[in-house]
């Protein structure tokens, strides 16, 4: 049995914060979305669900191991289900316009359930990322989230909803990758030479300008490109350029990267529309004769959405590469010399593999970034799930807000803790943890 001072303050902080949210409305019933409506407690409607509940929450700061994570993903279900079950009652008998909004009580649960799943014991952390995602996987199989207003809402815009989704994850993936090539590349050369310490600043004031001053400023120069310019003329200013930057190269890298740096912005416009229409919802178009335009190179839409993105996206790609890389013991460098590898073997097998957690890391915070703000190209129609959020903006409605923040939010925990999850695979297989 523990005693009172050997619990966990985190646990016992969240489980307060539990008890707390059982006290407060858990559901708004409005009348249509736009209305104001009347906060309902959990306790009259489902009084059974809402003590199991609370016992849950005075039982899970007394437990260890594999019980703490078991419980705590009750309690997630168990947040579902009670949400569900009350929304469920009062809107039985209600028009079919009425809104079962989510109120304090509900979110302060998230807040807990959360704060309980970061403060768990360390030998019971290892479970928590099974639990709590089977929990919310059996709430959405058994329709517990069904009847509140978000669902209900997303639900009425059909198969737009998935196009939007779809739309949003491939802006935000094709800025990435773009970020990805241009980026590690920069960040190994500003970790090789102190001449290319401008690159960090570079990114650093990228990320300084505003992204509707950006989409502002891309706006005219797209729409001017795409106008005036072909497909093939790009594509041949954009080799030739490379070809000049790398003769440049060999005499003046700084005067090669100066010649490089319009026809990589060009390249990057070109590219990260060409692969979003690849693998977003808009069919791809290639004739060479035609202008820019007939690709998707425009002032509005997808070109400046992924170009920005892809801007915002290089701080944490050449962070990560650069400090990666510095940070690879000089005792491995003198091993791979003593080894007798060259400067490319040494990059590729000793600093790159050793560097790898770190640049992993870069991604991961670029990607989870990029899914966030890839929300606000919606207001220079690139639309996204923040066409949804815009919507509900314009016409007042927080749960259509929802419809498009709560899918974002799931999206951007999901790739951090997958690439999290790989990112301690690649430790361990390196020998970096114990």
Known sequence: MLRLRELNPVALLAAGVGLLSLALPWITLK?????????????????????????????????????????????????????????????????????????????????????????????????????????????????????LAPVVEGAAYGEQFGLEAWRHLAMASSAVVQALLVGIPLGVLAARSARFGWVLSLSGFLQTIPSLALFGLLLPILAQLGQEVSLGLALGVIAAGLFLSRLLWATSPSLGLVVAFPVGLLALVLGGTLLFNLVGPEPLRLELSQPLAAAGVRGIGAAPAVLALSLYALLPVVISTYTGLRAVPEAARDAGWGMGMSSRQLFWRVELPLASPLILEGIRGALVLTIGITTVAALIGARGLGYFILQGVQSGASDMVLVGALPVIALALLADGLLRGIGLALRRRLGLLA
């Not at 906060?39 to 509940?53: F, K, N, S, Y």
């Not at 849950?56 to 947040?79: C, E, F, H, V």
């Open 31 to 147: 009348p249509n979305r736009l209305l104001e409506g009347t906060g309902v407690g959990v306790w009259g409607l489902e009084p059974g669900l809402a003590a199991a509940l609370a016992a849950g929450w005075l039982a899970l700061p007394w437990l260890r191991r594999a019980a703490y994570p078991l419980l705590l993903g009750l309690l997630t279900l168990g947040w579902a289900v009670l949400a569900g079950a009350v929304a469920g009652d009062l809107l039985e008998g209600e028009s079919e316009v009425a809104r079962a909004s989510l109120a304090a009580g509900f979110w302060l649960t998230l807040l807990a359930l959360y704060s309980a799943s970061v403060g768990a014991p360390p030998q019971a952390r290892r479970w928590i990322p099974l639990t709590l995602p089977l929990a919310l996987l059996v709430a959405l199989l058994t329709g517990s989230f069904r009847p």
